[in-house]
């Protein structure tokens, strides 16, 4: 005999997600079809304008994900095998594997008890001659220690990339997560709490 699905929420619900938006959503679709510009073109610069606007900074680019976004920044600049950048031991996978990718090694330091954050003490505890950078995560939508972050950047000359793939829309005080460091990296994937601020951007 079949068994009865125990579960009727689904885990995710793309058609209600989709019914608040709809018609913007295929507005936007037909732009783009009509434009004949799949790849870049006018929406993702205006796209790109718009988040640049509400983050209150100059340049914001639009790539694939947020795993390439943090790719991207190691890339630009110039990690590679030999270097370390250091990480939280508490984050999604692509923190880490975006060093990876680069041929670099992650150092991984640990989190504050209280709030999950990377701890900048730890992460000082870590830095060594190879240490190129670190990547403080915004993790759930909170923001990590910038303040501490920020101080061992002037002092030690290491590049910043906050991980705000969690926290678009989050601030400290009226600066934005993704605003404090050498570069800010988003995610736009589903289940991200951008949903929740399409209408502002
Ligand atoms: C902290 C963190 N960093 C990076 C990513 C990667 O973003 P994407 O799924 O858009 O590649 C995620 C996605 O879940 C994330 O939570």
Redesign the pocket.
């Known amino acids: 005999m079949e068994e009865k699905n125990s579960c009727e929420v689904p885990f995710m619900d793309l058609r209600r997600m989709l019914s608040l938006e709809k018609k913007g959503i295929e507005q936007a679709f037909s732009r783009v079809f009509e434009s004949g510009r799949y790849i870049l073109g006018q929406e993702v610069r205006s796209f790109e304008q718009s988040v640049a606007r509400y983050l209150n900074v100059k340049h914001c680019i639009g790539v694939?994900?947020?795993?390439?976004?943090?790719l991207l920044a190691l890339m630009a600049f110039g990690v590679k095998a030999g270097d370390e950048v250091i990480c939280p031991v508490f984050?999604?996978?692509?923190?880490a594997s975006?060093v990876a990718r680069t041929g670099a090694k992650p150092v991984f330091a640990d989190v504050c008890p209280g709030c999950f954050q990377l701890s900048p003490s730890e992460t000082q505890a870590r830095i060594s001659s190879n240490t190129q950078g670190i990547i403080p995560?915004?993790?759930f939508g909170q923001c990590a220690d910038m303040e501490g972050f920020k101080a061992i950047e002037e002092k030690k000359h290491l590049f910043l990339i906050e991980?705000?793939?969690?926290?678009f829309g989050a601030s400290i005080g009226n600066k934005k997560a993704g605003t404090f460091g050498s570069v800010g990296?988003?995610?736009?994937?589903l289940?991200?709490i951008w949903l929740l601020l399409a209408k502002l951007v």
């Open positions: 694939s994900s947020g795993s390439d976004a943090l984050t999604f996978f692509a923190t975006s995560v915004h993790l991980d705000s793939a969690q926290a990296c988003f995610s736009f994937s289940l991200k």
